[in-house]
Nanobody, 124 residues
Framework: VQLQASGGGSVQAGDSLRLSCAGS????????MGWFRQAPGKEREFVAAVNYSGGRSFYVDSVKGRFTISRDVAKNTVYLQMNSLKPEDTAVYYC??????????????????WGKGTLVTVSS
């Protein structure tokens, strides 16, 4: 069972990127899926999560209004559309999956499944 993330890259401030994360099995049908990020020298932080049906999402305050998380249930894939990127968004972004509801992700000590990170670099 794997999570495969893609879509990172290097962009200028104000640009957009879309990250994708595909689950390798139907295991994730009932899981909340989402994203964390870790900037250089900082702790990993929650970014956004969406519930299993795609109907409920939750974001960290710093990305609200700029990032949108969505989910294609049929493809077992979650997306993170990142607009108006800022240099402070520079980080390795990690896809994750867990049974916890999206609102519990920021305080979660344990997240069950992790994908390999994808690097997003935003230059000013």
């Amino acid at each position: 069972v794997q999570l495969q993330a893609s879509g990172g890259g290097s962009v200028q401030a104000g640009d957009s990127l879309r990250l994708s994360c595909a689950g390798s099995a139907d295991t994730f049908d009932t899981y909340t899926m989402g994203w964390f990020r870790q900037a250089p020298g900082k702790e990993r932080e929650f970014v956004a999560a969406v519930n299993y049906s795609g109907g409920r999402s939750f974001y960290v305050d710093s990305v609200k209004g700029r990032f949108t998380i969505s989910r294609d249930v049929a493809k077992n894939t979650v997306y993170l559309q990142m607009n108006s990127l800022k240099p402070e968004d520079t980080a390795v972004y990690y896809c994750a999956a867990d049974l916890k509801s999206s609102t519990n992700w920021p305080r979660a000590v344990i997240i069950e499944y992790w994908g390999k990170g994808t690097l997003v670099t935003v230059s000013s």
